[in-house]
Nanobody, 124 residues
Framework: QVQLVESGGGLVQAGGSLRLSCAAS????????MGWFRQAPGKEREFVAA????????IYADSVKGRFTISRDNAQMTVHLQMNSLKPEDTAVYHC?????????????????WGQGTQVTVSS
């Protein structure tokens, strides 16, 4: 089992920045792919970003490319999502997730463990 707890969400004006964190505990964290997804009211869960176990490879949704950066600290068992130039359409609940494989995936169904999420609201 892996437990995930997100933090860092909040209310920010358009153009502002937020840094989300996800603390993991439980089984071996260092070998897993970590991802961030988001879900806005009335919409399906949407892939945001993912990172391989050693941080060497990352992948981003087109909608956040160039604005968001995913990173991880295996010693601290945390993964971060730095969000810059935020837009109102970035408003959603952001979830971190663990994929117990070596492959970067954008599909939510590929991820095995999920956090409860943290709310991000961007005002115009």
């Amino acid at each position: 089992q892996v437990q995930l707890v997100e933090s860092g969400g909040g209310l920010v004006q358009a153009g502002g920045s937020l840094r989300l964190s996800c603390a993991a505990s439980g089984r071996t964290f260092t070998t897993y792919v970590m991802g961030w997804f988001r879900q806005a009211p009335g919409k399906e869960r949407e892939f945001v970003a993912a990172i391989t176990w050693n941080g060497a490879n990352t992948i981003y949704a087109d909608s956040v490319k160039g604005r968001f950066t995913i990173s991880r600290d295996n010693a601290q068992m945390t993964v971060h999502l730095q969000m810059n130039s935020l837009k109102p359409e970035d408003t959603a609940v952001y979830h971190c997730a663990v994929d117990a494989s070596w492959v970067l995936n954008t599909r939510a169904s590929a991820y095995d463990y999920w956090g409860q999420g943290t709310q991000v609201t961007v005002s115009s």
